[in-house]
């Protein structure tokens, strides 16, 4: 989930047109999965160098096409730290509960 002040730009007309135009110039497919020889759909366009409220309304960072990478899910995980799904098992096998706010490990993101 997009950190509050990156909401607004995630909504934006020209951060959807970029988007989508990235995900059309790179066939729509896991960059980081391709380069392995895997063939994944990709999900997510990635900013290589993060957004921060510093280079939020730098066009240069924010939608440049050289700062975007197409993911999926478990390739925008890997780059975030994350688990590689989106759960997490007890030793029993059973899905544990989704990790609250306060349980969020120091110096992780959310987006």
């Known amino acids: 989930m997009a950190q509050e002040f990156a909401k607004a730009f995630y909504k934006s007309h020209a951060w959807q047109a970029c988007r989508d135009a990235y995900v059309e110039t790179v066939g729509g497919l896991c960059e980081r999965c391709l380069r392995r020889g895997e063939v994944t759909a990709g999900e997510i366009v990635h900013h290589k160098i993060a957004l921060t409220p510093k280079n939020i309304n730098d066009p240069s960072v924010t939608l440049n096409f050289a700062n975007l990478e197409l993911v999926c899910q478990t ?20 899905i544990k509960p989704p990790r609250s706010q306060s349980q969020t490990p120091k110096g992780s993101t959310g987006g």
């Open 75 to 94: 390739c925008h995980n890997k780059a975030h730290g994350k688990s590689e799904s989106r759960y997490e098992w007890t030793e029993m096998g059973d």
